[in-house]
């Protein structure tokens, strides 16, 4: 598995021209893992209207969206969400690879740089991470990170026209310190 250099970065009003494109050409490897998008999805405009509330969420500290890019060429995503304080100081991760870069190890390098900040910065206690079952490289990506498998939830969400099953993985800040 060859790593090849990247940034990852907090993502800004920008980048979210770039959303579009990498949303379109990743459209077909994305499908199997991804809710069914309306054919605007793929546009610049609703991904900058889009961009628009993400940096409100973000503003609120409940959100944080990661880009990953070689050079100026956005290559994957890390979503943040989910952000709950108080007692539970907890946030859930999702996250999405280019098809060119996908079993590079840059997915759980950047995850592992992401999971550092919401420890460090953010101040979490918790993250959480759902994937099907079947998504095997996801699954890896995790347990390379660091989380574990705490739970099953059937037909959890709805992704690709059918409610899907699935696993449900944690990691707690003191697992990294």
């Given at each position: 598995?060859?790593?090849?250099?990247?940034?990852?970065?907090?993502?800004e009003l920008p980048d979210a021209a770039q959303l579009a494109a990498y949303y379109?050409?990743?459209?077909?490897?994305?499908?199997?893992?991804?809710?069914l998008a309306p054919e605007e999805f793929y546009t610049q405009e609703f991904q900058?209207?889009?961009?628009?509330?993400?940096?409100?969420?973000?503003?609120?500290?409940?959100?944080?969206?990661?880009?990953?890019?070689?050079?100026?060429?956005?290559?994957?995503?890390?979503?943040?969400?989910?952000?709950?304080?108080?007692?539970?100081?907890?946030?859930?991760?999702?996250?999405?690879?280019?098809?060119?870069?996908?079993?590079?190890?840059?997915?759980?390098?950047?995850?592992?740089?992401?999971?550092?900040?919401?420890f460090a910065a953010l101040d979490l206690h918790r993250l959480e991470a759902s994937?099907?079952?079947?998504?095997?490289?996801?699954?890896?990506?995790?347990?390379?990170?660091?989380?574990?498998?705490?739970?099953?939830?059937?037909?959890?969400?709805?992704?690709?026209?059918?409610?899907?099953?699935?696993?449900?993985?944690?990691?707690?800040?003191?697992?990294?310190?």
């Amino acid at each position: 598995m060859t790593q090849t250099n990247f940034q990852i970065r907090l993502m800004e009003l920008p980048d979210a021209a770039q959303l579009a494109a990498y949303y379109e050409r990743n459209r077909e490897y994305h499908r199997e893992w991804s809710p069914l998008a309306p054919e605007e999805f793929y546009t610049q405009e609703f991904q900058d209207a889009k961009f628009l509330e993400y940096l409100a969420l973000n503003a609120q500290g409940i959100a944080y969206k990661f880009g990953i890019f070689i050079g100026d060429m956005l290559i994957g995503i890390i979503n943040l969400n989910a952000v709950e304080r108080g007692v539970f100081q907890n946030g859930r991760f999702g996250y999405s690879i280019d098809a060119d870069y996908a079993g590079k190890g840059i997915t759980t390098a950047a995850l592992r740089i992401a999971i550092d900040f919401a420890f460090a910065a953010l101040d979490l206690h918790r993250l959480e991470a759902s994937i099907m079952p079947r998504n095997v490289r996801s699954q890896r990506v995790l347990e390379k990170c660091g989380f574990t498998k705490f739970g099953f939830s059937p037909k959890y969400l709805f992704i690709n026209g059918q409610w899907e099953d699935h696993d449900n993985y944690m990691i707690l800040r003191k697992d990294r310190e």
